[in-house]
């Protein structure tokens, strides 16, 4: 019902390009907005829609967000999260065409998922992408989509937002902002990547009883990429933990997908990069920041802060879903006020936010 009214709200406060005065934001709407070409790349999001369409694997779905509306269950078909979950045909042809437009070299992504938002973003483009998924086996499927279609500028990156974008000042040569809390425990032994010098927090994970030698550096890494946090296992989950030590994985790369529905023989084989490295994150500048993850209020908020140190003056940040509950309309209100942020434009689903100091203060509201 919310969303409802606040579409009906936005439909009657919206404009298309006829009364913007601001010559970035007219282009930004008539040459790429409203740019009905049809360009070859949009043949490669098709057929990777397609690909996830077809594919009835089941997967066990971790989830870190605001829920689901859609699901209730925890298992999941891919076909059926594509076709639900995922960034809708319009909307990826718009975001293709919004990294060729603003020229975008570097992007990162909160919310994998399948990766029909990071195929949008590379198909066709030179740019590098971050993405950053916490579901194991939604990972494991993106990673191998992206595989199969070739996206070589992905690096996809397992784990939770929380943690991989935690200001880790002893880390970060430019922060000196110490961790405010260093004895927390973290998800973070999923750790595989020793090239961070191992001080602070880093160096008391290393120390910590879960840890083996990795046996070719001789540094300490934990047993198992996951990323299981701290809830007890209970019901559904209690027994996929207890079939997950029965049942040995013989085929890691199993031909029939119908078969595939254990997390044991999905995630087993995946070589995703489990590294909670906010080094390597929150220490390069992103020209497009898509933030479809966790679609709440405080989440959104904190993940706006803490990501404003990445970006430049040409940066674009994309906020997913802004009107989809009165908690995210009050987060999308308050980004708008921050200093920092100059130019806002409300397509209803999408947020975009610009820092282009040389702007005039300035929030639009554009029908797509
Ligand atoms: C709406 S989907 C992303 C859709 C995708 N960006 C696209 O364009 O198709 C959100 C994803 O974010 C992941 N996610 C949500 N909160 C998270 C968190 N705190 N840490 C890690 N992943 C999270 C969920 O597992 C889910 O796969």
């Not at 990777?48 to 066990?60: E, P, Q, V």
């Not at 070739?150 to 430019?174: M, S, T, V, Y």
């Not at 990323?227 to 085929?251: L, Y």
């Amino acid at each position: 019902m919310q969303i409802v009214l606040a579409y009906i709200k936005f439909l009657l406060r919206s404009t298309n390009q006829h009364g913007v005065h601001s010559p970035f934001v007219y282009n930004l709407v008539t040459k790429c907005f409203y740019d009905r070409k049809k360009y070859p790349s949009y043949a490669i999001l098709k057929d990777y829609r397609k690909s996830l369409l077809k594919d009835k694997r089941k997967l066990y779905i971790k989830d870190f967000g605001a829920g689901s509306r859609i699901f209730k269950s925890e298992e999941r078909e891919v076909s059926k999260m594509a076709k639900n979950v995922g960034i809708p045909p319009n909307r990826a042809r718009l975001l293709n065409r919004l990294v060729r437009y603003l020229e975008v070299d570097r992007a990162l992504e909160l919310g994998t998922s399948l990766g029909l938002g990071t195929a949008a973003m590379a198909a066709g483009n030179k740019v590098k992408i971050t993405t950053i998924e916490g579901c194991p086996e939604t990972a494991t499927v993106a990673k191998e989509k992206f595989k199969e279609f070739g996206f070589e500028n992905i690096q996809l990156k397992l784990g939770k937002f929380e943690d991989l974008l935690e200001d880790r000042g002893n880390q970060n040569p430019k922060s000196q902002i110490p961790n405010s809390n260093p004895n927390k425990t973290e998800n973070r032994e999923l750790t595989t990547d020793n090239s961070q010098p191992a001080t602070g927090n880093r160096q008391q994970e290393r120390n910590s009883k879960f840890q083996i030698p990795n046996p070719k550096t001789g540094e300490t890494v934990n047993p198992k990429p996951t990323t299981e946090n701290s809830q007890p296992a209970t019901g559904h989950r209690q027994q996929e933990k207890k079939s997950k030590t029965q049942i040995p994985n013989s085929n890691s790369t199993p031909t029939d997908n119908s078969q595939l529905t254990t997390h044991n023989r999905l995630t087993d084989g995946a070589d995703l990069q489990s590294v909670p490295n906010p080094f390597s994150i929150l220490n390069t500048k992103y020209s497009l920041l898509y933030i479809d993850g966790n679609h709440q209020k405080e989440a959104t908020l904190s993940f706006f802060e803490k990501l404003l140190p990445t970006v430049h003056n040409d940066s674009v940040m994309i906020f997913d879903d802004i009107h989809w509950s009165a908690g995210m309309e009050e987060a999308w209100e308050e980004i708008k006020t921050h200093p920092q942020v100059r130019v806002t434009i409300d397509t209803f689903q999408w947020g975009l936010v610009f820092f282009r100091r040389e702007q005039e203060k300035e929030h639009f509201i554009i029908r797509i």
